[in-house]
């Protein structure tokens, strides 16, 4: 009886090593993957109008406004593959229920990170391509100005050398360009039944001096024709995500 | 008995025919007619508009609450109602600075202008309503204005030879409460809808600009006048709230008097600029008479406040021209619908 059962020891380790190096797990249940927005500013948790807060050129400032519009948001397989969580994203940070979002039935598995647009991507960012409610509407890109929508609303106020001042980060599609940016953020995901959630951090000093210094002092006047300054804050945006946890 | 029986089977069957045509129990009682659903005509390009799942609107929701807009019975000394601060013939506000209510006295803000006011996701120049519905109950208690209370509304309407029976073929009850005559103003109020402008047709492709409607476009919808940025959208609002520099230490707290947070001092709701032709003065207190008024507060009559907007804080004054006053303010006139005043749907049932 030993040696019957010996000739299927073989097969059995085989078949451990086989399925320890997929991704899917045929156990793994397909589950609820929720993302959560979160922000920040150098770590602390966004209090908004709230003036304490200093980026990297000094200026002392609070943000009133922080509305901003993702899309394509995904997991992304070890295979490079991709599973499809939201197409279009309205976050802002004075509404909770817009700073979480979720996908029912996705695949059991683990996943090797997400991936989002911050914006609307050139090609789909025309005026009346996203749904037609106030939020939306509200983040429409003039027309004459290149039209689509906005990627984001950044506004708040600062103590500036002559007393205080306003800013209004305003990103678009300048003049037709393309601004938005892919953002990939690895982290292992798990999926196996109930609910997964990513939480998803955006670090809004992170605007204002990586790798270039955003001065509230030396912008003049509104951004939204600027395209000097929307490739800073391009650039900037690459790295103001960062995955906070994943449960 | 032949003839006898034959009598009785005739009878048999008459009844059992009378019978069938009748309501299953014991009196024969037909049901009451259901309201009948009322198609909303949304506006080409505007946004589905949220209706409450517990007022779905109705033809007879909508005729009681359009009723009871212009019906006086509604105020104390039945003297006023609603019509009476919100005219038609003004797109639904009032040529007065300040509304004067049953009493004779003057209320303190300017009567908002209902358009396409079903959908604002908040009613008052401070947003204390969060609904049409909520909105409808307060002018009739407030002391400047109906100077009434509910109860005696209510009494008033079901006594009324017809205000029982446009209950029950709305509501299905000739009970009349403060509830369901709320709901009835709102039904009606979401059909005050406004898109029949020169603008609107211009956005359709029918018409064109004239060169000044077209350089007053430019500079309302761009950041030389960064006008859309709180009046965007084809609702010409953002249904948001903002400081936009009227007083440097605000005597109405506006917002923040309903949040009781001071970064919302001074704060008020975004109105539409949709028939802004019409709606004058303006502001939340009335102050500018014109519409030349109001771009020089613009382009170099901003105060400074804790709570001035960012976006103009940024700014700094405008500094328009005199040309570019002119042609905003010719744009602001397309935004003028003159159907929308005179709409009969819209008008006063018991002048007709």
Known sequence: MCVRFARFVPVALLALFITAGCDSNEEDAPGT???????????????????????TAGNLYSVSLLEYIIT?????TAGGGAVALSEVQYVNADDASSQRFSAPDIAGGTYSGITFTFGV??????????????VFNNM?????????????????????????????????PTMGADY?????????????????VVEVEMDINEWFGNPNIYDFRDVQGGIMGNASLQQVLQANGMDIFSIGSVE | MKEAMKSIACCLVVSMCLFAGCDAGGGGVMEPQRPTPYELQIPEGFPLMEIPEDNPMTVEGVDLGRRLFFDPILSRDSTLSCSSCHLS?????????????????????NSMALINVGYAESLFWDGRAASLEEQARDPVVDALELDEDWEHVEAKLNRHPRYPDLFEQAFGTRAATRDLAVKAIAQFERTLLSAGSRFDRVTAGVE????????????????RGDCFHCHGTLLLTDNRFHNNGLDANPDDLGLAEVTGRPFDRGLFKTPTLRNVEYTAPYMHDGRFATLEEVVDHYSTGVQHSSTLDPI????????????????????????????????????NPFRQ
Do not use: C
């Not at chain 1, 394509?72 to 992304?76: D, F, G």
């Not at chain 2, 639904?92 to 600075?97: I, K, L, N, Y």
């Not at chain 2, 064109?208 to 919808?221: K, Q």
């Not at chain 2, 328009?320 to 005179?342: R, V």
């Open chain 1, 33 to 55: 993957v929720t993302v959560q927005m979160n922000h920040t500013v150098s770590g602390d948790e966004l209090a908004l109008n709230s003036l304490q807060y200093t980026n």
């Open chain 1, 72 to 76: 394509n948001v995904t997991l992304q």
């Open chain 1, 121 to 134: 991507d050139g090609a789909r960012n025309t005026t009346g391509a996203l749904p037609n409610t106030t």
């Open chain 1, 140 to 172: 429409a890109w003039p027309a004459g100005m290149g039209g689509g929508y906005h990627y984001m609303r950044l506004e708040g106020r600062f103590q500036g050398d002559a007393g205080e001042g306003g800013f209004a980060v305003h990103t678009g």
């Open chain 1, 180 to 196: 938005s940016f892919d953002v990939t953020l690895p982290a292992n995901i798990r999926v196996d039944g109930g609910e997964t």
């Open chain 2, 89 to 109: 013939a003004t797109s639904f506000t009032d040529p007065a600075q300040f509304s004067v209510g049953v009493r004779g006295e003057r209320g303190r803000r």
């Open chain 2, 208 to 223: 064109t600009f004239s060169d000044l409607e077209a350089e007053g476009f430019e500079i309302f919808n761009s950041e």
């Open chain 2, 312 to 347: 103009m804080l940024q700014r700094g004054p405008l500094n328009l021209t005199d040309e570019e006053k002119t042609a905003l303010i010719a744009f602001l006139k397309t935004l003028s619908d003159p159907a929308f005043l005179s709409d009969p749907a819209h008008s």
